[in-house]
C-alpha cells in the first residue's frame, strides 16, 4: 500500500515537472531540532543564547513553502564597540537546518535584514545573533508551510 | 451505548453476508445508500483513517475539517465538516457518498466519485479504467467515518 | 427514519448551494497600487454577452496572503520584474535573417505598447482564429524578423510577453468580441469552461465559479482570472504562462491536457480574458 | 543559463551619517542539490553562496547563503554613510562566477 501511495504521489510529482521547474523545495530527510542546536551551538562556541535584543519576523502562514518573507532585526547602537557581529538564521525541519548568515559593521547603521527562505514544510525559525561583546541572543517563531490542493 | 450497539449491528450484518468485490458499475444505490458493501472484507477503521488522510488516495482534507485528526494541517472547507459524520449518516449513506456522491447531491457536487467510472472526460492515460479507491479502501473509509460520532468531536 | 430526514435537509442545502454560485467570497478589501498606478482589483462584471456568473470581478490579488500581497504591490521586490527586463531587452535586440528588432518597427515601446496587453487575445484574420501576445509575437518573429517562433514556454517567450503586458498595468482587460468569428470562439470557451475532465470530475467553474472564495487545503480559490499572467509564482519561483497554468490546472483533475495554444486553449483563454473584462491588467502579477 | 539580471535600489543622494535602506534582487535558480531529475539523479548544487555590499572599499554587510534561500535572492538591509561614494554590491556564485553592481550616492 505505502509502495502504491508513493508510486501514484511520484506520477502526480513528475507531471508536474514536465509542465513548469519543479518546485526546488527539499525532498530528503528533514533535520531534527537536535541538529539545529548543534549547529547554532557550533555558531555560538557553545553559549547558550539570552531571549531579548533580536527580533524574528516571519508570517504564521507561509503560502508557498518555497518563498517565506523572513525579516531579522537587533537592538544595537551599531557603533563603537557595540554593535553586532553576525546573525545566524536556522530551520528546524529542514534538511540542512542552515539557512542563512548575516555580517554586520559599524557601517551597516542597524542590525536588520529581509530575505526569503525555504521551508520544507511547517517548522520553527530560529534567529541567534552573537554581539561584539561576545553575548549571544536568539528568537524563534513557528512559519505554518501551507498544503497546496488536489495537485499539491 | 445504544448508539454503539445498533452501529454494531449495521456494521456486522453486511458483513455476515459477504460474497464478492462489487464492481464499479455494478453498485447498486438503494434510495440514498448503497446498503452492501463493495467489498469481501469488512472495513477497517485503521486503514480507513490512513486513506483519508493520505493526500495520493482519499486526499479527504483537501476539502474536509476533521477534528479527530490532530495536527491536521489546512484542512479545506469546500465540503462540510466531519465532526460527528457518523451521527447524520448511516454507514449505507456514507458508502453511497463515497462511491459517487452524484449519485447523492447531484451533478453539480464538487466531490469526486472515488469508486465510479463514471468520471470526466480525458482521463489520464495511467488512471484509464481505474476508480480513485479501490472497493476495500471504500469499506475502510466507511468503517473510519462511522466511528466519528458526535462524542468524539472536541 | 431521522437520518433520512437529515439526509434530505443535507441534499436540499447542497444544491442550493451548487446553484447559488456567490456563496462565500471573503477576500480581502483593499486598493493595490503599483508604482504610483492604481490597479483595479473589483470590477462590475462585464454585462456582454448575457451570462456572467458574478456580479463583480475580483483579481487573484485579493485572496491572497498579506505577503505575497505587499510583493507585487512593490515593483522592486516583485522577481517578476527580472524577467520584465529581460523582455525589454529582448524586444530591443535584433534577431532573424531580416536583422530586425521589435523596436526596428515600433519605436516608443511604451507608447506603442500601452493598451495592447489589455486587448488580447485578438481575431487574426490571416489564420482565422484568435491570437495571444505569445503567438503574436510568434508570426512576427516568423513573418517580420526571418526568425525562428519561439518554442512554448522557452523563457524568452515568457519575458517578453510579461514586458509587452507589463506596458499596460493598471489598464483595465477589454477584448473586442465583434472583431470575425470571436463568438464563437467564446461559445467554445465557455464550453470548455464547464466541461468536466479527469478522474476527479472537475470544470473550471467546479472550483473558481461555484467555491470560490473556499478553500482545497489551503488553496483560496479565486475567480480564476487571466489579467496577472505571466505570472510569478512563489511555488515555482518563476513565471507561469497562462497556458501553463491551464494545463496544470487540467492535469490536476487526473486528465489528459491539450496542448498549448491548440484551439481548446485559445477558446478557454477568449473565454477567461472575457470573465475578467475590467481588471486592470497586472503581469506580472504574483502568486502562490 | 543566461548571466543573471541584477536590480539594486539605493537612493541617489543623502545626508551624512544617514541609515539608508538598500534593497538588491538577483536573477538565480538557486538549484538546492536536493532534487532529482526525471531520471532520478540528483541536479547538482549550485547557488549564490555569498553576497557582499561594500561603501568606498569597507565593508557594510554580508550574507552567507545555503540552499535554504529562495531563487531569485532578495536582500533588504541598511548602510550607513559618512560621505559621497560608490556602494559596490558582489554576489558569489558555486560555478566561480562572480557578478557585481555598482551605484553611486550623494552625500550632502
Keep these: 500500500m505505502t509502495h502504491l501511495t508513493r508510486r501514484k504521489l511520484f506520477t502526480l510529482a513528475a507531471g508536474a515537472g514536465t509542465l513548469a521547474v519543479a518546485a526546488n523545495l527539499p525532498r530528503t530527510a528533514n533535520a531534527t531540532p537536535e541538529e539545529a542546536q548543534k549547529a547554532i551551538s557550533e555558531?555560538?562556541?557553545?553559549?547558550?543564547?539570552?531571549?531579548?535584543?533580536?527580533?524574528?519576523?516571519?508570517?504564521?502562514?507561509?503560502?508557498?513553502?518555497?518563498?517565506?518573507p523572513i525579516s531579522i532585526s537587533v537592538e544595537s547602537e551599531m557603533t563603537g564597540d557595540d554593535f553586532v557581529e553576525s546573525v545566524t538564521l536556522m530551520a528546524e525541519g529542514n534538511p540542512n537546518p542552515e539557512v542563512a548568515t548575516f555580517l554586520f559593521t559599524p557601517l551597516s547603521g542597524r542590525a536588520e535584514a529581509t530575505t526569503r527562505i525555504r521551508l520544507a514544510k511547517t517548522q520553527n525559525v530560529v534567529a541567534v545573533a552573537k554581539m561584539s561583546d561576545g553575548s549571544v541572543y536568539s528568537d524563534r517563531k513557528e512559519v505554518k508551510v501551507t498544503i497546496g490542493g488536489c495537485g499539491g | 451505548m445504544k448508539r454503539l450497539s445498533a452501529l454494531a449491528f449495521i456494521l456486522?450484518?453486511?458483513?455476515?453476508?459477504?460474497?464478492?468485490?462489487?464492481?464499479?458499475g455494478e453498485v447498486s444505490f438503494d434510495g440514498m445508500a448503497v446498503s452492501e458493501p463493495v467489498a469481501k472484507s469488512a472495513g477497517d477503521p485503521e486503514a480507513g483513517r490512513e486513506v483519508f488522510v493520505d493526500r495520493g488516495l482519499g486526499n479527504c482534507l483537501a476539502c474536509h475539517q476533521n477534528s479527530e485528526i490532530e495536527n491536521a494541517q489546512f484542512p479545506g472547507n469546500?465540503?462540510?465538516?466531519?465532526?460527528g459524520v457518523a451521527s447524520r449518516w448511516e454507514p449505507g449513506q456514507l458508502r453511497a457518498i463515497i462511491v459517487n456522491a452524484k449519485e447523492i447531491f447531484g451533478p453539480d457536487t464538487i466531490m469526486p466519485?472515488?469508486?465510479?467510472?463514471?468520471?470526466?472526460v480525458d482521463v489520464a492515460e495511467d488512471r484509464k479504467g481505474e476508480t480513485i479507491l479501490s472497493a476495500q479502501q471504500v469499506e475502510d473509509v466507511v468503517a473510519y467515518l462511522a466511528t466519528l460520532e458526535q462524542e468524539s468531536a472536541q | 427514519m431521522k437520518k433520512t430526514a437529515i439526509l434530505l435537509t443535507g441534499v436540499v442545502t447542497l444544491t442550493t448551494l451548487a446553484l447559488a454560485p456567490r456563496v462565500l467570497a471573503d477576500p480581502v478589501d483593499e486598493a493595490l497600487t503599483i508604482d504610483g498606478q492604481e490597479i483595479i482589483t473589483t470590477a462590475p462584471a462585464p454585462t456582454e454577452p448575457e451570462g456572467h456568473p458574478f456580479d463583480?470581478?475580483?483579481?487573484?490579488?485579493?485572496?491572497?496572503?498579506?505577503?505575497?500581497?505587499?510583493?507585487?504591490?512593490?515593483?522592486?521586490?516583485?522577481?517578476?520584474?527580472l524577467a520584465v527586463e529581460r523582455g525589454e531587452e529582448i524586444w530591443n535586440t535584433a534577431e532573424g535573417e531580416a536583422g530586425q528588432s521589435c523596436a526596428s518597427c515600433h519605436e516608443d515601446a511604451s507608447e506603442f505598447l500601452k493598451g495592447v496587453g489589455a486587448s488580447y487575445p485578438k481575431w487574426d484574420e490571416a489564420s482565422g482564429k484568435p491570437i495571444n501576445i505569445e503567438l503574436f509575437i510568434n508570426k512576427h518573429r516568423e513573418e517580420k524578423m526571418g526568425a525562428e517562433a519561439y518554442k512554448f514556454d522557452e523563457d524568452a517567450q515568457k519575458d517578453l510577453t510579461a514586458f509587452i503586458k507589463n506596458q499596460s498595468l493598471g489598464i483595465p482587460v477589454e477584448i473586442d468580441l465583434s472583431e470575425g468569428d470571436m463568438m464563437s470562439w467564446w461559445e467554445e470557451g465557455k464550453e470548455r469552461y464547464y466541461l468536466r475532465t479527469g478522474q476527479l470530475n472537475l470544470s473550471c467553474a467546479t472550483c473558481h465559479e461555484q467555491n470560490n472564495g473556499r478553500y482545497i487545503r489551503a488553496d483560496h480559490l479565486s475567480q480564476g482570472n487571466t489579467n496577472g499572467f505571466p505570472t510569478y509564482r512563489l511555488k515555482q519561483g518563476a513565471l507561469v504562462s497562462l497556458h501553463n497554468r491551464f494545463r496544470g490546472c487540467i492535469r490536476d483533475t487526473r486528465a489528459e491536457f491539450?496542448?498549448?495554444?491548440?484551439?481548446?486553449?485559445?477558446?478557454?483563454?477568449?473565454?477567461?480574458?472575457w470573465r475578467g473584462g475590467g481588471l486592470s491588467v497586472e503581469t506580472p502579477a504574483v502568486r502562490q | 543559463m543566461a548571466a543573471p539580471r541584477i536590480r539594486v535600489k539605493v537612493p541617489s543622494s543623502a545626508s551624512a551619517g544617514e541609515v539608508i535602506t538598500i534593497k538588491t534582487l538577483i536573477s538565480h535558480e538557486m538549484e538546492s542539490g536536493q532534487r532529482k531529475d526525471k531520471d532520478g539523479n540528483t541536479i547538482p548544487r549550485e547557488i549564490i553562496n555569498n553576497f557582499t555590499c561594500e561603501f568606498n572599499g569597507t565593508k557594510v554587510f554580508e550574507c552567507q547563503l545555503d540552499p535554504a534561500i529562495s531563487s531569485n535572492p532578495y536582500f533588504e538591509f541598511y548602510a550607513k554613510v559618512p560621505e559621497s561614494g560608490t556602494f559596490k554590491f558582489t554576489w558569489q556564485d558555486d560555478n566561480g562566477e562572480t557578478y557585481t553592481e555598482e551605484k553611486d550616492i550623494e552625500v550632502s
Design chain 2, 113 to 120: 466519485g472515488f469508486y465510479t467510472l463514471d468520471v470526466g
Design chain 1, 43 to 68: 555558531f555560538t562556541g557553545g553559549k547558550e543564547p539570552q531571549s531579548g535584543k533580536i527580533t524574528l519576523t516571519a508570517p504564521e502562514i507561509a503560502e508557498n513553502g518555497n518563498t517565506v
Design chain 2, 78 to 83: 469546500v465540503g462540510p465538516s466531519m465532526d
Design chain 3, 258 to 273: 491539450p496542448d498549448a495554444f491548440s484551439d481548446e486553449l485559445m477558446a478557454l483563454e477568449v473565454y477567461t480574458a
Design chain 3, 56 to 81: 463583480e470581478v475580483r483579481s487573484g490579488w485579493l485572496y491572497r496572503e498579506p505577503d505575497t500581497r505587499s510583493m507585487e504591490a512593490d515593483s522592486f521586490e516583485n522577481p517578476g520584474m
Design chain 2, 12 to 24: 456486522a450484518l453486511p458483513t455476515a453476508a459477504l460474497a464478492a468485490e462489487v464492481a464499479p
